[in-house]
């Protein structure tokens, strides 16, 4: 039979010396983790909250039945601090700390699939809701808060023309640039007029303003209505009997569908000039450039353009009203919806326009 | 409908999120003209029954009667019927950030009625000066403090004359004082007008002013722990853990 082993603690425990205390009371605990143990806490003279944990560790060490650890001559001042708690609560405190589980895999995605299926089922059904709100406004057109939509029209569109038209320019000229430098090398400048014409009207203008709008004005509607879902006034709107499809989101879907094409007739335009600009440094007059992209474009690739440009406006103002609405509580869910908004939106213009490629091949256009 | 009839019967009402219960089997009515409280601390689901007993809720079974009808089976013109009994003050004050106050209240009277603009203006206004501001009425929420906000939520709730009026938290987040203003306000309102306030709060003092009856919420016992006239319930309760509730509070509170 050997003797008690003793952990003899002395002097400040405070979160300056409790470091090494405690590696080497842990370690003389293991060592002798069968037999019980004394810790004679006599020569402390200062005990801060970290030395109540060094404590309260050694007191709660899970041991074999009979292996007690016992504490001594702790002075009546931080016993009182000690029996602030209960040393039996602190015996798993281990789990407690490493306590939440990692998720396991199938779990997670379950998780996972289970969401993306009812994020699915939310956007076809407010699919649906917009959709015959939509048919209510055009049985009484009267309903619809006109105000509304033009104070909205304005802020997207009118105020989103320098930034369109800005990034546009910008477009047309690098595309100009950089298309007429290995065209050039074949005397083949002038097509350069083809490649602009086609491509622009067809896909980059629309496409440009659709993410310019996408991270303009879809993250605003989320961010607008999910601060007013934040602050439950989308809850005053239900219980005042106004429903806030007809409210908030007719008013956006309809700003959007207005100015969207307008948007896209701009970015069109600018991005052509800017390609002008280019050739006429390139000693390719500018009427030369002018009638080679009218002899070239049809006028239903312009139109194909715009008519996308108008789908696309839906897409985005829709997401962003939906991911407005579906906004939980807190600060930073306005700012998830807001991301969603805006990754969804591009996601579904990406998607649309496939579609319509697909479609456009298929109808020969 | 006579005069003792209750205004809202909530009908063996269980409340819960994603499948755990929250409050069980709860059975009580509003009797019509009086100031209903719900009280009990934070977390016992008050507000949760709150939005429960207006409809923006599912709850998980029972029913919410208010004037004789069903809320949570209404739909459509009946529902809209039943939501044009009540206002509802939400403990934010859910005011459209940008509209002024008097567009605020005037918003309902422009959605439900047919008046013309000047009738809907000086309705507006009259809800406004009921609550003391009249002078405001040009201000957005943003201009105003969040007592005044609140004020202007019950305007916005009483523009259409509803017969029942919900706060949620009405003294949440307001000093001693303006708090006790809007007691006043509230005991006002229900003294001038008849109509029915059912308030959800936890503040003992305001309790005492404006209560004419409470129910006592628990979150342990899922339900009500306690009905009747706040000062019956501190002096004679059979219920100690009651009784301590409103004494203690009361004794660290009284002036």
Aim: hydrophobic share 50%.
């Amino acid at each position: 039979m050997t003797e008690t082993p003793i952990i003899r603690l002395e002097g400040r425990l405070d979160t300056r010396t409790v470091p090494a205390a405690w590696l080497g009371a842990m370690a003389v605990l293991r060592r002798h983790s069968a037999v019980p143990v004394v810790v004679d806490a006599a020569a402390v003279d200062y005990c801060d909250g970290a030395g109540v944990a060094l404590l309260l560790r050694l007191l709660s060490h899970r041991r074999p039945a009979g292996a007690t650890v016992t504490l001594r001559g702790l002075s009546p001042k931080y016993q009182a601090l000690l029996a602030q708690f209960k040393v039996d609560d602190y015996r798993g405190v281990d789990e407690l700390a490493g306590g939440v589980k990692a998720e396991s895999l199938p779990n997670r995605v379950g998780r996972i699939t289970h969401a993306m299926w009812r994020d699915l089922r939310e956007m076809v059904e407010f699919t649906g809701e917009c959709l015959a709100a939509c048919a209510r406004v055009v049985v009484r057109p009267t309903r619809v808060r006109w105000g509304d939509v033009l104070s909205i029209a304005e802020e997207a569109g009118v105020n989103a023309v320098p930034i369109v038209v800005l990034l546009s320019w910008l477009l047309g000229v690098i595309l100009a640039f950089q298309s007429a430098i290995p065209m050039k090398m074949f005397g083949a400048e002038l097509y350069v007029a083809n490649l602009l014409g086609m491509a622009v009207l067809r896909e980059l203008g629309p496409i440009m303003t659709a993410i310019i709008f996408s991270g303009r004005t879809g993250a605003a509607f989320a961010a607008e209505i999910g601060t007013m879902k934040v602050n439950e006034e989308i809850n005053a709107l239900e219980t005042m009997g106004l429903d806030p499809v007809r409210f908030l989101v007719v008013p956006r879907l309809l700003a959007a569908v207005a100015v969207m094409p307008l948007l896209a007739i701009i970015s069109d335009l600018v991005c052509l000039a800017g390609g002008a600009m280019v050739m006429s440094a390139m000693n390719v007059p500018v009427t030369t450039y002018v009638n080679q992209i009218v002899g070239f474009v049809h006028p239903q690739d312009f139109v194909g353009g715009i008519a996308k440009s108008v789908v696309f406006g839906l897409l985005i103002a829709g997401t962003g009203c939906l991911r407005g609405l579906q906004t939980k509580s807190g600060a930073s869910a306005v700012g998830q919806s807001t991301t969603r908004a805006v990754v969804t939106s591009i996601t579904l213009i990406v998607i649309a326009d496939g579609l319509f490629a697909v479609l456009s091949y298929q109808l020969g256009l | 409908m006579s005069d003792q009839d209750p205004i809202i019967r909530v009908e063996d009402l269980t409340v819960g999120y994603d499948g755990d219960i929250l409050l069980d089997h709860l059975h009580f009515e509003v009797r019509p003209g009086e100031v209903f409280v719900i009280l009990g601390g934070s977390g016992c689901g008050k507000s949760t029954l709150l939005k429960h007993m207006i409809g923006l809720y599912q709850p998980m079974s029972g029913g919410v009667l208010i004037g004789g009808d069903d809320i949570v089976t209404a739909a459509g013109e009946a529902r809209l019927a039943i939501l044009r009994r009540f206002g509802v003050m939400y403990q934010s004050g859910a005011l459209f950030g940008s509209m002024t106050l008097l567009e605020n209240v005037r918003l309902p009277l422009e959605e439900f009625t047919h008046l013309d603009d000047e009738a809907k203006n000086l309705d507006a206004l009259m809800k406004l000066d009921l609550v003391g501001l009249r002078l405001f009425a040009g201000h957005l929420p943003s201009a105003i403090s969040g007592g005044m906000q609140k004020r202007a939520g019950i305007a916005r709730a009483m523009a259409l004359d509803p017969i029942i009026l919900f706060l949620d938290e009405p003294s949440a987040g307001l000093d001693p004082i303006t708090s006790a203003e809007l007691d006043q306000t509230i005991l006002r309102l229900a003294r001038n007008l008849g109509v029915t306030f059912v308030v959800v709060t936890h503040e003992l003092p305001s309790i005492f002013t404006i209560a004419d009856r409470v129910i006592m919420l628990d979150k342990v016992r899922q339900g009500i722990v306690a009905e009747g006239k706040p000062q019956d319930l501190r002096e004679h309760s059979p219920d100690p853990w009651v009784r301590n509730f409103f004494n203690r509070h009361v004794e660290g509170t009284a002036p």
